[in-house]
């Protein structure tokens, strides 16, 4: 099928699951009733997607109260009660962190029960997000490696150990989340993509990374502003990642300022393109989708197009977020039909 279609990863909670003060709270329970919320959120996803008409779906992380914390919580050396400041993205912007404090080792399985919920209750393609090492590394404080790329590599073991359970679970889509990786260009030829590749290394499923310019905060949006009318970071970095055993690369095309040009650099990779924008709350029409589909295939073979949302929509409110799913499964099959 031409111009499969996929999300990002992330879907908004439902108002019960993500407002604490809203009708009661689950995050703030223990045991079996944050359990059930976790599990019907999942289902919920599932269905959304299903009906939205997506391809590959994912269980919307909602079991995550954030993309690289949901993963932090479930390793041992780390210390969360002694949080502090640093410096996110180049000190972009600041955030209180955790600690790594002693060696890193998995506590168990990370997020078997929502793939396992969400594979037992689809009969769709189905993906899983994990954070990416560099961009873990630029998430948390190191006082035990003394050493970003030594940590970075102790990550990506743990990362590589997860990926390669949810792949026994049923999954078909592993894909590492690194924004990151637009922000140390440098790094990202001299071991970032290294530390990406332990990650998934011998991993039989497909494989996908996902890069963007970093959406839902202001920081993010004041800086973008600063970046002039093309954004020519990824310029750097494609040739780097279309020699990795990566197969997939998902990237912002919708209303982003990235040259759509670039994405010829990535010679043999499916391009996981970003046809909807998440930080607007305009719903696209389906010719809009058709539009960006296009425009990609002008540069990527048309049969290497999966069509997906820039980023993930967990910011976003539901009814918008809903909306733009129905656009985006209504734009690829309206994509098939014309460009076919």
Same mark, same amino acid.
């Given at each position: 099928?031409? !111009?499969?279609?996929?999300?990002?990863?992330?879907?908004?909670?439902?108002?019960?699951? =993500?407002?604490?003060?809203?009708?009661?709270?689950? +995050?703030?329970?223990?045991? %079996?009733?944050?359990?059930?919320?976790?599990? %019907?959120?999942?289902?919920?996803?599932?269905?959304?997607?299903?009906?939205?008409?997506?391809?590959?779906?994912?269980?919307?992380?909602?079991?995550?109260?954030? !993309?690289?914390? *949901? /993963?932090?919580?479930?390793?041992?050396?780390?210390? !969360?009660?002694?949080?502090?400041?640093?410096?996110?993205?180049?000190?972009?912007?600041?955030?209180?962190?955790?600690?790594?404090?002693?060696?890193?080792?998995?506590?168990?399985?990370?997020?078997?029960?929502?793939?396992?919920? #969400?594979?037992?209750?689809?009969?769709?393609?189905?993906?899983?997000?994990?954070?990416?090492?560099?961009?873990?590394?630029?998430?948390?404080?190191?006082?035990?490696?003394?050493?970003?790329?030594?940590?970075?590599?102790? /990550?990506?073991?743990?990362?590589?150990?997860?990926?390669?359970?949810?792949? #026994?679970?049923?999954?078909?889509?592993?894909? /590492?989340?690194?924004?990151? !990786?637009?922000?140390?260009?440098?790094?990202?030829?001299?071991?970032?993509?290294?530390? $990406?590749?332990? #990650?998934?290394?011998?991993?039989?499923?497909?494989?996908?990374?996902?890069?963007?310019?970093?959406?839902?905060?202001? =920081?993010?949006?004041? +800086?973008?502003?600063?970046?002039?009318?093309?954004?020519?970071?990824?310029?750097?970095? /494609?040739?780097?990642?279309?020699?990795?055993?990566?197969?997939?690369?998902?990237?912002?095309?919708?209303?982003?300022?990235?040259?759509?040009?670039?994405?010829?650099?990535?010679?043999?990779?499916?391009?996981?393109?970003?046809?909807?924008?998440?930080?607007?709350?305009?719903?696209?029409?389906?010719?809009?989708?058709?539009?960006?589909?296009? #425009?990609?295939?002008?540069?990527?073979?048309?049969?290497?197009?999966?069509?997906?949302?820039?980023?993930?929509?967990?910011?976003?409110?539901? %009814?918008?977020?809903?909306?733009? $799913?129905?656009?985006?499964?209504?734009?690829?099959?309206?994509?098939?039909?014309?460009? *076919?």
């Amino acid at each position: 099928m031409l !111009f499969p279609t996929t999300i990002a990863g992330s879907l908004p909670k439902p108002e019960w699951l =993500a407002e604490p003060n809203t009708l009661w709270a689950p +995050w703030k329970s223990k045991g %079996d009733e944050l359990a059930r919320a976790k599990r %019907d959120a999942t289902l919920l996803a599932v269905k959304l997607q299903e009906d939205a008409g997506i391809d590959i779906v994912t269980e919307g992380e909602q079991a995550r109260q954030h !993309f690289v914390h *949901g /993963f932090l919580e479930k390793v041992e050396g780390i210390d !969360f009660a002694h949080k502090v400041e640093m410096g996110i993205r180049k000190d972009r912007y600041k955030a209180m962190v955790p600690q790594v404090v002693a060696p890193l080792r998995l506590k168990g399985r990370v997020h078997a029960e929502e793939a396992r919920v #969400a594979r037992s209750h689809t009969a769709r393609k189905l993906k899983f997000t994990l954070p990416g090492p560099m961009t873990i590394i630029d998430t948390i404080a190191d006082q035990y490696y003394g050493d970003r790329v030594k940590m970075a590599f102790a /990550f990506a073991e743990l990362l590589n150990e997860e990926a390669k359970a949810l792949q #026994a679970d049923g999954v078909d889509l592993i894909q /590492f989340d690194e924004p990151a !990786f637009n922000v140390y260009m440098d790094e990202v030829s001299d071991w970032g993509i290294r530390a $990406l590749e332990r #990650a998934a290394e011998g991993l039989t499923c497909a494989t996908a990374v996902h890069i963007c310019y970093g959406y839902g905060i202001k =920081a993010n949006t004041d +800086w973008k502003e600063t970046l002039g009318s093309e954004w020519r970071q990824y310029e750097d970095i /494609f040739p780097a990642i279309a020699k990795s055993p990566i197969q997939q690369v998902a990237i912002e095309c919708r209303n982003s300022k990235v040259p759509l040009e670039l994405l010829g650099l990535l010679t043999g990779k499916v391009v996981q393109a970003g046809v909807i924008d998440v930080a607007s709350d305009t719903v696209e029409t389906a010719e809009d989708v058709v539009r960006v589909i296009d #425009a990609v295939s002008k540069f990527v073979p048309k049969s290497s197009i999966i069509a997906t949302t820039n980023c993930g929509m967990a910011p976003m409110r539901r %009814d918008i977020a809903e909306a733009k $799913l129905m656009a985006l499964g209504a734009g690829a099959k309206l994509a098939r039909q014309k460009l *076919g």
